[in-house]
């Protein structure tokens, strides 16, 4: 996006052999997914439950890269839509990819055990697209227990970790790490739950509906003179229903940030596009939050027409008394209001997560 001026163990993958996909079904409208029945759901009551292939980068397997592990599925399921898990053991995987398999599960052994790791920026002569580690573009990917990083730092500019472009997707226990532009939600109905988030600049941002729930976002130390931006998200028309709902959560200074917070103000969000929907709810806002909350991008850019929310957080961040004035900024008070940014509203959460496994709280 635009640039600045702007321990755990294996044993995680047993609540996560989950998520089988049945034919579609329509739902409000829209063609939610069906998961697993009732019998495949013991599956995560099994100690060790075996996954359809495993990645080792030891050399203990046959797969020693991710890659070369996506490569072979179409080979190895009879067809598409067959659930199809892949476990990655503890390592470091130096790999760029780019995966457009629907139904995969990705499971690792935890968030900083099994790392996806590049370092591709815009300062190092890649659009900020192709700076992307780990993309997926096909429905219903389920990851748990991976860490997304790009190590590209902060001097490189826009450097993403992870860009989902799929539908129905569910990050549970995942870490993302990384600088300007780390998370791109870029298209669909997204969900994350008790993960972890390190950015600076802009570094949650696209035009996804996504909630992020129970999760804790680190604000790290960025360039000189920058100020940090949690979200930039790019909702372009009134009558788009996209928008980023972050929920339970914490903001928090990272251990780089945090003795130097008072030199770089930290701002909940930016209006990427005119019509940015961005609401924090319910979430602890530390010291580093700069009492105006929130950020213009272009002079007055969408400032009459985005929507900004703030409902019942906490923490000394989280006074609304000297937050920006703008049209588009709500102190919500009404939990009516509020409750449109929850995961049964916003994503239409009940009709395609219950069976899932993964934990989520439907409302306030």
């Known amino acids: 996006m635009p640039s600045q001026n702007h321990s755990t163990s294996s044993t995680l993958m047993v609540a996560f052999m989950m998520l089988v996909t049945l034919p579609m079904h329509a739902c409000n409208h829209l063609a939610f997914p069906t998961w697993l029945g009732e019998e495949e759901r013991n599956l995560l009551q099994t100690p060790s439950p075996t996954p359809n292939i495993m990645v080792a980068k030891d050399g203990t397997t046959k797969y020693t890269t991710i890659q070369s592990a996506f490569d072979d599925v179409p080979n190895l399921r009879a067809k598409e839509d067959d659930r199809f898990i892949i476990y990655v ?5 130096g790999e760029i990819l780019d995966m457009n398999l629907a139904n995969i599960m990705l499971v690792g052994e935890g968030i900083g ?24 573009s096909a429905e219903r990917f389920i990851a748990r227990g991976i860490t997304f990083q790009n190590t590209a730092g902060p001097q490189n500019g826009m450097a993403v970790a992870l860009r989902s472009g799929a539908n129905f997707s569910v990050f549970y226990l995942c870490g993302f790490e990384g600088y300007q532009d780390t998370l791109n939600v870029h298209i669909g109905y997204q969900f994350f739950r008790d993960c972890e988030i390190h950015g600076t600049v802009d570094f949650i941002f696209g035009f996804a509906t996504a909630v992020i729930q129970n999760s804790t976002i680190y604000v790290r130390k960025p360039m000189e003179g920058q100020p940090n931006v949690i979200t930039a998200h790019g909702r372009s028309t009134l009558e788009d229903k996209s928008g980023i709902s972050i929920q339970n959560s914490r903001v928090l200074a990272s251990p780089d940030l945090k003795p130097v917070q008072h030199l770089f103000p930290t701002y909940l969000g930016r209006p990427w596009r005119p019509y940015a929907r961005t609401v924090f709810m319910e979430t602890f806002l530390d010291t580093l939050i700069n009492p105006a909350g929130w950020l213009a991008f272009n002079g007055s850019l969408g400032l009459d027409t985005l929507y900004y929310g703030e409902y019942k957080n906490t923490g000394p961040g989280a006074s609304i008394t000297g937050r920006v004035k703008w049209i588009g900024y709500h102190a919500i008070t009404d939990p009516t209001e509020a409750s449109q ?23 306030l």
């Open 341 to 363: 940014f929850t995961v049964a509203k916003f994503i239409q959460g009940d009709a395609w997560l219950p069976n899932t496994s993964v934990p989520y709280n439907p409302g």
């Open 89 to 93: 053991k503890g390592g470091t995987y």
């Open 113 to 136: 055990l099994t790392i996806i790791t590049g370092n591709r920026s815009v300062g190092g002569g890649y659009s900020t697209w192709n700076s992307t580690t780990f993309a997926v």
